[in-house]
């Protein structure tokens, strides 16, 4: 079992649709979520941050966490075609000798159509 | 404020020659992180290092890398006798605090080997 699993996709949706992009995690002591997007060629830019179980909204970006279920999602309301990239889920633990690493997924492609 | 900056932003270098990554991390951020991405897998953690000390090198190959974070000057990943297969995009990250905070990350450096 992956530490991080994301869908690869790639994610179709059209313009002015919501995206849900969704991620799980195996390990139970994580504590720490990120989500950034990764446009190609470029580097990894951060979209939002959650710790606490529930909803996180940023603008059109709204992130939820479900630790019982090792679960977090992002979605993104409104999506323009300028949304398209890749996006990565990662988790960090806290704690031992682990805690400032980041463990990604594979990303899910996401493509905003016109 | 500037953001994580890594030089160069490309490298090439033929086999057995020595590759040096710098990565400046934003200022005040006292914690660095470095990542690879091999083309078409995701990112993986290498090293966490704060000023003059390595905290966790759990993801570094055993042989051949190295990195370092001076008390003066940038944070170094130094790839000894270069090999087909470190050819990847290296990026670097930096937060404030460590323990989980959000990371920054810079443009990267795009490492070709010949």
């Known amino acids: 079992q992956k530490e991080v699993e994301q869908n690869s996709g790639p994610l179709s949706v059209p313009e002015g649709a919501i995206a849900s992009l969704n991620c799980t995690y195996s390990d139970r002591g994580s504590q720490s979520f990120f989500w950034y997007r990764q446009y190609s060629g470029k580097s990894p830019e951060l979209i939002m941050s959650i710790y606490s179980n529930g909803d996180k909204e940023d603008g059109r970006f709204t992130a939820q966490l479900n630790k019982a279920s090792q679960y977090v999602s992002l979605l993104i309301r409104d999506s323009q075609p300028s949304d398209s990239a890749t996006y990565l889920c990662?988790?960090?633990?806290?704690?031992?000798?682990?805690?400032?690493?980041?463990?990604f997924g594979q990303g899910t492609i996401l493509t905003v159509h016109p | 404020n500037a953001g994580v900056m890594q030089n160069p932003r490309h490298l090439v270098r033929r086999r057995g020659q020595e590759a040096r990554l710098r990565c400046s991390p934003v200022?005040?951020?006292?914690?660095v992180y470095w990542y690879r991405q091999l083309p078409e897998e995701g990112l993986k953690f290498m090293v966490y290092l704060q000023k003059e000390n390595i905290i966790d090198e759990s993801g570094m190959p055993k042989e051949r890398f190295s990195a370092e974070f001076p008390k003066e000057g940038p944070s170094i990943l130094r790839i000894q006798q270069v090999v087909r297969g470190d050819s990847a995009a290296y990026f670097c990250?930096?937060?404030?605090w460590g323990l989980g905070d959000t990371q920054y990350f810079g443009p990267g450096t795009r490492l070709t080997v010949l």
């Open positions: 990250a930096s937060s404030p």
């Open positions: 200022k005040g951020h006292s914690h």
């Open positions: 990662a988790v960090n633990r806290p704690g031992g000798t682990s805690y400032g690493k980041l463990t």
